[in-house]
């Protein structure tokens, strides 16, 4: 759903390791547990990866686009490196990774670089609950706004954050004739709870 720059982000430690973060991990009723990834985690969340961005980008950007993103930010290397420095998030059911969200501390924001749900499980809530989790950190670690972007035409994505509290920014230009991305933001007020009523 996200253009993705967490490489921009490399040197950046957030503080956390997934274990500090691990009182997230509480099963909803339907099973679905949100935490911290761990290292057990890395073939799941590369999975996920894989099986999103090609549903979600190929009628988008089409295959190249897909491609390189794959080969950018869905290796063992990129993946690995994040949840080590504690800035992934999983949702599990049975065992499995259906869920991932990515983020980073970029100046004062929180940069929310991922949120991918297989897309057997859209529409079951797994997406809010990884984004109240997202906002539980942002809050947790000091934050006052999260930004994030997506490609210009991924509707399902536009929808999804706006329901969550997000506003458009700004448009970057893709270039080479891919689409643009969408930069929205969402302020952070510590006495308000999150949206309710939207899934993904």
Known sequence: MIANREDELEGTDMGA???QHGREAQADSD?????GAVGDDLAGVVSVGHRTWRATY????GPEYVAMGLAKWWTSDVVSRSIRKGHTLVAEKDGEVI??????AQDDDLVLWKLYVLPGHHGQ???SRLMAAVVARAREDG????TLSHLEGNEQAARFYARHGFVVTH????GSGLPASVWMARDLDPGH?????ASA
């Open 171 to 174: 448009r970057e230009e893709g």
């Open 99 to 104: 869920g991932v969200a990515t983020f980073g």
């Open 193 to 197: 709870s999150d949206p309710d009523g």
């Open 31 to 35: 099973g679905v547990v949100v935490r």
């Open 143 to 146: 934050h006052r706004r999260i």
């Open 125 to 127: 809530g797994t997406g």
């Open 17 to 19: 390791t997934p274990e």
């Open 58 to 61: 190929e009628p988008i950007a």
